[in-house]
């Protein structure tokens, strides 16, 4: 059986993302770490040095998990990850997006902020690289990756400034989940949507960090769990059902964090500022823009562009405040 091969880290929530496809999906694959065993394969297929890499059984590589997501679903429809309502199916990849751009914010912030996450991060990142290297090795090249990663919490937006609103969102978006996840196994239902991989994986990686591991409540744990190997337990519900759960995830976290400063983000990109300010729920957030994030923003809005009859899904954007965001 042709196999795919996919270069990721357990610490890379873009990568245990798109792992969980493959494995909800039944692909045949094989995970790899990048090594310096393995170095010359990754990058002669790699555009970018990010994981996660997908190389098919023809040599093609491919990066960026949403796009990784949405070309494999075509081709292995069964079991299907989007629901066949547009209007859920939407509002599943609008929340996939924020998992993605906002909720790795929630993620970032908390594994290299402070000293004990970083040092443990930082270890985990340099064992996996370097499986076989002896402890001064793995300590230099830990140190290193340290150095590294942890001035980054400015590219997210992490700041003393932006720290409450941060950990605010994390703390309001976990209570909202621990809610919604009373009485089903996945975010649409009985089996996972888009929604769950892109949500799920950054929280999962804020729960293996030393801080994130004591703010996470158990219901969402589980479900995070279940989304390393997620299976297909039922039907997707419809929105009436979901509404009184997922709606205030959606105004709270989507209509009044994600979208404002996505949409900030994306007219400072277009402006060619050297940074944006904007009023979000939680209070004014500052920081350089964040150019692929204007991108995502884009194919996001054109996808409800090409949506057509939004005559069930309008109300909910409206009642959320997600609608004016979208173009």
Not at 52 to 72: A, H, K, N, Y
Not at 230 to 250: H, I, R
């Amino acid at each position: 059986m042709a196999r795919y091969r996919i270069f990721g880290s357990e610490l890379s929530p873009y990568s245990v993302k798109v792992r969980a496809w493959f494995r909800y999906k039944g692909i045949a694959h094989d995970w790899l770490t990048r090594t310096p065993e393995n170095r010359a394969e990754y990058d002669a297929h790699a555009r970018l040095p990010l994981v996660p890499l997908v190389i098919t059984p023809e040599g093609e590589g491919i990066q960026d998990s949403t796009p990784i997501m949405e070309r494999f679903e075509a081709a292995f429809p069964e079991p299907a990850t989007q629901p066949e309502d547009p209007t859920l199916a939407f509002l599943s990849a609008l929340l996939e997006e924020y998992g993605d751009e906002w909720g790795n914010k929630h993620m970032f912030h908390y594994r290299w902020r402070d000293e004990a996450d970083q040092v443990s991060a930082a270890e985990r990142i340099a064992r996996s690289m370097l499986p076989d290297a002896d402890e001064d090795a793995v300590a230099e090249r830990a140190r290193a990756v340290r150095e590294r990663m942890a001035p980054r919490v400015s590219f997210v937006g992490s700041s003393p400034e932006t720290a409450p609103i941060i950990e605010a969102s994390f703390a309001r978006l976990l209570e909202l989940l621990e809610a919604h996840l009373e009485d089903r196994r996945y975010l649409f239902g009985a089996r996972p949507a888009f929604a769950d991989f892109g949500v799920a994986a950054q929280i999962w990686e804020a729960w293996t960090d030393p801080t994130g591991s004591r703010l996470v409540p158990p219901r969402t744990r589980d479900w995070c769990r279940r989304m390393q190997d997620p299976e297909n337990e039922g039907p997707f519900e419809a929105w009436d059902a979901l509404a009184p759960t997922l709606e205030p995830l959606l105004a709270e976290e989507v209509g009044a964090r994600f979208l404002p400063w996505s949409d900030a983000n994306a007219r400072a990109i277009a402006d060619g500022a050297e940074s944006f300010a904007v009023d979000i729920a939680g209070g004014r957030w500052t920081q350089a823009p964040q150019r692929y994030h204007a991108r995502s923003l884009r194919v996001l809005r054109e996808k409800y562009a090409t949506l057509g009859d939004c005559a069930a899904l309008d109300p909910v954007l409206e009642a959320t405040g997600c609608r004016a965001w979208l173009g």
